[in-house]
């Protein structure tokens, strides 16, 4: 596709959560040939497309939690002139807990062409990993950080027939498997993913109690992925 047609069109483009060999052909191509990409970090994706070895960089916006309301009517009155412009995250897919959900609506909503290039995404990495029952899932994303909410959310789960599966930082990591342990019980089967597809990628899985005396006597930096079992499940 040509920098210099005149239909605009938005590209939701996943990149690599971790191993930059993740990035699809698809991806490069794309992000090599749009106007504008609209990311959470202009020095994140600067030093991706440094990285890919595109040279004839695009003009970066920024686009994050903070400024997406007010930014998506003006991206959709680019593309309407014509723009191509690709979203992108910091890792994974756009919009899955992470900006472009009001961005893509406001495309739907004015009829704007949009296409996703599937790729990356951390939850359905983790899940695959976890050896977890996946016929059926929950994604709650990020919970809140208040202890009390966090306690009511596995409450109010505790019974559910399908796997949970939950982001977390290395700031609360400990507090919520304190969390899972107090409310679901010692033995609840978890998984729990860390730095997955870089180099120290570790994946836990096993008893809630089991997962929380390795993961005290281990690295918690990172990102986490939180798999939680439903109740009747064994390994």
């Given amino acids: 596709m040509s920098k210099d047609s005149s239909e605009g069109i938005l590209y939701i483009v996943s990149v690599p959560i971790g191993n930059l060999a993740d990035i699809t052909a698809r991806a490069k191509s794309i992000l090599s040939e749009v106007d504008i990409i609209a990311c ?40 309407k002139g014509g723009h191509k412009i690709a979203l992108v995250s910091d890792a994974g897919t756009p919009a899955i807990s992470d900006p472009g959900f009001r961005l893509i609506k406001a ?58 599966v939950v982001y977390e930082s290395c700031h609360r990591i400990e507090k919520f498997l304190e969390d899972i342990i ?13 730095e997955m597809t870089k180099m120290h990628e570790s994946v836990l899985t ?27 499940f064994n390994i």
Avoid: W
């Avoid at 009517?73 to 680019?78: F, K, N």
């Avoid at 096993?206 to 009747?232: D, M, P, R």
């Fill in 40 to 79: 959470e970090d202009t020095r994140v994706t600067g030093k991706l497309l440094s990285k890919l070895s595109i040279e004839d960089k695009p003009a970066l916006r920024s686009y994050r939690d903070e400024n997406e309301l007010a930014l998506a009517d003006s991206i959709v009155g680019m593309i």
């Fill in 107 to 164: 495309c739907r909503k004015e009829g704007v062409p949009v296409t996703a290039l599937p790729g990356a995404c951390a939850l359905v990495n983790a899940l695959a990993l976890s050896g977890l029952p996946t016929d059926a899932f929950l994604f709650a994303g990020f919970l809140p950080p208040k202890r009390s909410a966090r306690e009511r959310f596995l409450k109010e789960n505790a019974e559910q027939n399908h796997t949970l």
């Fill in 182 to 194: 107090s409310v679901l019980g010692s033995d609840r089967v978890i998984s729990i993913c860390r």
């Fill in 206 to 232: 096993g008893s809630a109690e089991s997962v929380q005396k390795k993961l005290l006597s281990g690295s918690k930096k990172g990102e986490f992925v939180v798999c939680i079992a439903k109740q009747s």
